[in-house]
Nanobody
Framework: QVQLVESGGGLVQPGGSLILSCTTS????????MRWYRQAPGKERELIAS????????NYDDSVKGRFTISRDNGKNTVYLQMNNLKPKDTAVYYC???????????WGQGTQVTVSS
């Protein structure tokens, strides 16, 4: 079955960096666009970064543009989110999602917690 497993979250000080990974199985990873979302306490899940199947096209929400980088390794069936200059407002559970034909997310990972605090 399809599985998406995020890892790499944790506690980091403001200004620090983390790399999140989303390792997938059960589908042909290289054929699908992928996204990273996050959900802060009491807020809706928000899209922060997306990447095309080939990795050539990426998009970012303004809140993370210039600080976060999405990438993928189709040989390892994994999508990454490099997060630099982290701020307390980046504290959230981060989820990866596999994009379906209609443009919505068809499967989600379980999420990984990122906490930015001194």
């Amino acid at each position: 079955q399809v599985q998406l497993v995020e890892s790499g979250g944790g506690l980091v000080q403001p200004g620090g960096s983390l790399i999140l990974s989303c390792t997938t199985s059960g589908f042909t990873f290289r054929n699908d666009n992928m996204r990273w979302y996050r959900q802060a306490p009491g807020k809706e899940r928000e899209l922060i970064a997306s990447i095309s199947a080939t990795g050539r096209a990426t998009n970012y929400d303004d809140s993370v543009k210039g600080r976060f980088t999405i990438s993928r390794d189709n040989g390892k069936n994994t999508v990454y989110l490099q997060m630099n200059n982290l701020k307390p407002k980046d504290t959230a559970v981060y989820y990866c999602g596999r994009v379906g034909v209609g443009g919505g997310v068809r499967e989600w990972g379980q999420g990984t917690q990122v906490t930015v605090s001194s």
